[in-house]
């Protein structure tokens, strides 16, 4: 396995590599003047690789039955999609549809989670309502909402967090280890755990590229991939969903409270805006390289805390960290904005 991931993160490397050259000359850039930005524009939307990529490894080293044609089938409509929608923005009413026809495909072909572990004790079932079907058979409706909510979640969380090129990366990387060493040393899952660190190398590859100053943007094509792909191993065999939500907790709850405020304000929750912490970090004198170590360096500490706690502990680390959480946004509300002065970060929204 080790060799395998070895292999995958050089060849997502050597891709990234050749995109930079490739994309300039297939009119593959982004658009900087959308946003206000003086800079030159970059090779857009390079996540197209890293789904490639994947696809590629996926299916060369994976025995492929109805799940994984499923996982397949979601992976290639989303990325399609998003290809486009980074090329020429589409209603988010569009994307938003899309997002939740993924998630039902992948359920539909066998990607369900029966039960979750409730943090007080004992187990919650999603498959006490069975509704049947005849062309397709037995459905647990609970597990299926509860498939739809939650990769609708991570996928658009993770596309907010990519308000700071590289952020989506980073965070995915390390995403990707944490869920792979649970299911490899504590839950003995080799498949899931191949496909989890296969991922960590074809994240980590694009690091190399689009850490601050970054060379390209992932778009949309690699910030929902890679949300797609964290929620999806997260109900793998059920029990993950504690552990992205705390290796990835910062962006989760971020997106939780951007939700709330712009609910609360009337606003469309899935309208773009500047009112994610990364954004107030930034206003406040932050650079890019600086959001993005606090980031992952909460991620890492949260994640590598999760495989070692029971359920009881993760629900207090999780506490835990939504005070954190509190206290990060109530620093950055009275702080006054100081921008930064460094050169302008190739952000993406």
Same mark, same amino acid.
């Given at each position: 396995m080790v060799t395998q991931v070895a292999i995958v993160f050089?060849?997502? #490397?050597?891709?990234?590599?050749?995109s930079l050259r490739l994309f300039p000359i297939l009119g593959l850039m982004d658009f900087p003047e959308?946003?206000? =930005?003086?800079?030159?524009?970059?090779?857009?939307?390079?996540?197209? @690789?890293?789904?490639? *990529?994947?696809?590629?490894?996926?299916i060369l080293t994976t025995d492929i039955g109805r799940k994984e044609i499923?996982?397949?089938? *979601?992976?290639?409509?989303?990325?399609?999609?998003?290809?486009?929608?980074?090329?020429?923005?589409? +209603?988010?009413? @569009?994307r938003l549809t899309i997002q939740a026809l993924c998630a039902v495909i992948v359920f539909l072909t066998g990607s369900q989670i029966y039960t979750i572990t409730n943090p007080l004790g004992g187990i919650i079932k999603l498959d006490s309502i069975i509704l049947?079907?005849?062309?397709?058979? +037995?459905?647990? @409706?609970?597990?299926?909402?509860?498939? =739809?909510?939650?990769?609708?979640?991570?996928?658009? #969380?993770?596309?907010?967090?990519?308000?700071?090129?590289?952020?989506?990366?980073? /965070?995915?990387?390390?995403?990707?280890?944490? /869920?792979?060493c649970l299911a490899y040393f504590r839950n003995g899952e080799i498949q899931t755990a191949q496909i989890a660190f296969t991922l960590s190398a074809i994240a980590g590859a694009g690091i190399l590229f689009d850490f601050? +100053?970054?060379k390209m943007l992932i778009g949309d094509a690699g910030s929902m991939f890679f949300g797609l792909m964290l929620g999806l /191993?997260?109900?793998?065999?059920?029990?993950?969903? *504690?552990? @992205?939500? =705390? *290796?990835?907790g910062i962006p989760l709850l971020d997106a939780v409270f951007v939700i709330i405020r712009r609910i609360s304000q009337g606003k469309?929750?899935?309208?773009?805006?500047?009112? &994610?912490? &990364? &954004?107030? =970090?930034?206003?406040?004198?932050?650079s890019p390289r600086q959001v993005i170590l606090l980031m992952t360096g909460a991620g890492t500490a949260f994640g590598v805390a999760a495989?070692?706690?029971?359920?009881?502990?993760? #629900?207090?680390?999780?506490?835990?960290?939504?005070?954190?959480?509190?206290?990060?946004?109530?620093q950055t509300r009275n702080l006054k904005p100081r921008p930064w002065r460094g050169p302008p970060p190739a952000t993406e929204t």
């Open positions: 050089l060849a997502t #490397a050597v891709m990234y590599a050749v959308r946003y206000g =930005l003086k800079r030159a524009r970059l090779p857009y939307p390079a996540g197209i @690789v890293a789904i490639i *990529a994947f696809l590629g490894a996926f499923g996982l397949i089938a *979601a992976v290639v409509l989303l990325g399609t999609v998003c290809f486009f929608d980074d090329r020429t923005p589409l +209603p988010s009413s @569009v049947t079907v005849q062309a397709i058979g +037995p459905i647990p @409706v609970l597990s299926g909402v509860f498939t =739809l909510v939650w990769l609708l979640f991570t996928i658009n #969380a993770l596309n907010w967090l990519d308000g700071i090129t590289g952020q989506v990366s980073a /965070l995915s990387t390390v995403g990707f280890l944490m /869920l792979g601050p +100053p970054g /191993l997260g109900i793998f065999s059920g029990g993950k969903v *504690a552990t @992205v939500f =705390l *290796a990835l469309s929750p899935f309208r773009g805006g500047r009112d &994610h912490l &990364h &954004h107030l =970090l930034l206003a406040r004198g932050w495989l070692f706690l029971s359920t009881g502990g993760k #629900a207090a680390l999780g506490i835990v960290l939504i005070l954190l959480m509190l206290l990060l946004y109530i």
